[in-house]
């Protein structure tokens, strides 16, 4: 019993620990996020009407050895107003449209095509990118330094008429500097989201010319959705020899990050679901830095300036960089990385059906997607479901055929963990026969029952290690549905239209029936009342403990699970709907096997009788 007591303690520890996280810190975030959408819609209906004045465009002078200011100036300026206050080159893939902007070269008009920012059939796509002169600016730039008037913010470059970027038809700018440095550059861009941007630069003067190469990922504001524990949002990069750099937006204020010398990898800023990078050129050193500026326009800005390029005159040299912008589709950034370990040729050679282009590998590319700690589990995992995704057709299914094959894998251990509980429940009389002779004498008792134990060949805390095993398991599952734009938006069955996001429903409108939304504290919809009753039934499975506070425990905790659950994704819910139902079966075969009586309906049936003497 003593073992059981320790056991129950810390099952009530992590209830509570549970709920508090869900009272305190996730009910806040949704009402937090519902706010946030506010202020966006808000935000739109402003930024539709210009002011007066416009935007003011800067046009500072580039300083030597430093990345150029960026060169603009928000203002209360349209999205629309703004496309059309520069030439612009179309862009049209089958998942990206927009136009990159001859003003600076910029990548500053991106849409997603695939996605939209709701369920709903007509919502409008994602809009990634977005030009200097709006209030929601965000922007890649490329450009040069070391000379005057080399290509910067200001630069305006030439391009042939109606030229036009799709997989099959690449487009060339071309700019000639003061100096006699002629920079043709060559845009072209896959059927996913990556841009190659390949410059060559001939040098038509008398003298040598030296310059350096710079790029920038520049961003007025902040992500509205708050960012959680569970998930990196902000700066990212792989920098050579500093591996991983993960960085909250916050921590730029302060001061700079820089990372000097800095040989392969790339740099950016990530989303929960989407992302800008820049790839420098692989063979050159180059400097990185995060950092936010409070000249002009407040922004953040991820940048790099390469090490310095001789070029003879009448020499032409050739520079290439990449721009990832899009979704951080799981096939798609494993198919640009370079992963040499065994893991990553593993789970890369697993997962997807998106074709790729060869010969990009950037080095650990696949490490944009926050796998985090457990990623030996996540990915795996996520590999799995997207193998019974490509089965089924959706991904519901996928994580209940996940969870059969999760169990099948922990079923030796879970056989070990009830066939432990069906032995001590055999041993029960001997156990009380102890108690009574022992008394109060605790040590001769504990001695009395492990030598119990090892006469009846049971081990005590078997039935412990299936529920650690499950933890990691448990929240792999949730990092997966959580993190992976696979999931969003990925509908089920019925009312269930997206996996990652609460159950809609709610009981205390009746299931949509009352015209009003229920309190996020008190949201409770259909799924996680039908994994309540699962854990219900579960925990039914076993006599009622004959302490009055362990039977209180174990007739509450199902309720505290639902209400705790009510708010986290639905495809996770239905996960543990799942497992407990397959939970309830394995019990019962196994029990029967060793010829315990199965509880669950003598239970029952003692419920319905105190309640209905009550």
């Not at 060559?186 to 190469?213: C, E, H, L, P, R």
Request: glycine share 8%; proline share 7%; hydrophobic share 40%.
């Amino acid at each position: 019993m003593e073992n059981n007591r320790n056991y129950i303690v810390a099952i009530v520890l992590s209830v509570l620990i549970l709920f508090g996280w869900q009272y305190f810190y996730m009910g806040p975030r949704m009402e937090a996020q519902r706010q946030a959408e506010l202020a966006k819609q808000s935000a739109q209906d402003v930024a539709g009407k210009p002011d007066a004045n416009g935007s003011a465009a800067q046009t500072a002078a580039t300083p030597n050895g430093a990345v150029p200011p960026a060169g603009t100036t928000a203002g209360a300026v349209s999205r629309d107003a703004a496309l059309a206050a520069s030439g612009r080159v179309v862009i049209d893939t089958p998942d990206l449209s927009g136009s990159i902007n001859l003003r600076g070269a910029r990548f500053d008009d991106l849409k997603l095509k695939k996605y939209r920012e709701t369920v709903a059939k007509d919502s409008p796509i994602i809009t990634l990118l977005n030009p200097a002169e709006t209030a929601d600016g965000y922007f890649v730039e490329l450009g040069y330094i070391g000379g005057t008037a080399l290509p910067g913010p200001a630069t305006e470059w030439k391009a042939d008429a109606n030229a036009k970027l799709t997989p099959t038809t690449p487009v060339t700018l071309t700019y000639t500097s003061p100096e006699g440095l002629t920079f043709a550059r060559t845009i072209s861009v896959d059927t996913n989201y990556m841009f190659t941007i390949t410059d060559k630069v001939t040098n038509g003067g008398q003298q040598a010319a030296s310059i350096s190469g710079y790029g920038r990922v520049t961003r007025y504001k902040e992500p509205l959705e708050p960012s959680t524990y569970v998930l990196h949002e902000g700066f990212i990069g792989w920098l050579g020899s500093n591996g991983l750099v993960e960085e909250k937006y916050k921590a730029s204020k302060d001061k700079p990050l820089t990372y000097d010398r800095t040989t392969t990898g790339w740099l950016g800023m990530t989303d929960k679901y989407w992302a800008t990078t820049i790839i420098p050129p692989q063979a050159i050193d180059y400097d990185a830095r995060f950092t936010h500026f409070e000249d002009g326009t407040p922004r953040f800005q991820a940048d790099y300036k390469s090490g310095g390029i001789s070029i003879a005159p009448g020499e032409t040299k050739e520079l290439k960089n990449l721009v990832f912008a899009g979704a951080k589709e799981v096939p798609v950034v494993d198919g640009y990385a370079k992963d040499d370990s065994w893991f990553g040729r593993m789970t890369n050679g697993l997962i997807g059906t998106k074709t790729v282009e060869k010969g990009y590998d950037v080095p650990r590319f696949d490490l944009l997607i926050d796998w985090g700690w457990f990623y030996f589990f996540t990915k795996p995992m996520f590999a799995l479901m997207d193998f019974f995704f490509r089965y089924f057709g959706n991904f519901g299914l996928a994580i209940l055929a996940t969870t059969i094959v999760i169990k099948a894998l922990f079923f030796p251990l879970a056989s070990k963990q009830y066939a432990s509980m069906a032995n001590m429940k055999k041993i029960q009389p001997k156990m009380e026969e102890l108690k009574a002779k022992y008394g109060e004498d605790r040590m001769a008792l504990q001695q009395a029952t492990m030598q119990l134990y090892k006469e009846e060949k049971i081990n005590p805390v078997a039935g412990c290690w299936p529920v650690l095993l499950q933890i990691p398991v448990f929240f792999s599952l949730y990092k997966v549905i959580y993190v992976t734009i696979e999931m969003r938006q990925a509908p089920f069955f019925g009312w269930i239209k997206d996996l990652s996001a609460p159950d809609p429903t709610s009981i205390v409108n009746l299931f949509g029936l009352l015209p009003f939304d229920a309190p996020t504290i008190v949201h409770l919809g259909v799924w996680p009342i039908i994994m309540g009753i699962t854990m219900f039934l579960q925990m039914r499975m076993n006599p009622t403990p004959p302490d009055p506070a362990q039977a209180m425990i174990f007739t509450w905790m199902p309720v505290v699970f639902t209400f705790m659950l009510a708010s986290f994704p639905a495809g996770l819910v239905i996960y543990w709907a799942w497992n407990n139902t397959l939970s309830i079966i394995q019990q019962s075969i196994i029990m029967k096997r060793h010829g315990v009586k199965i509880e669950l309906f003598n239970n029952l049936k003692g419920l319905l009788k105190k309640r209905t003497k009550a």
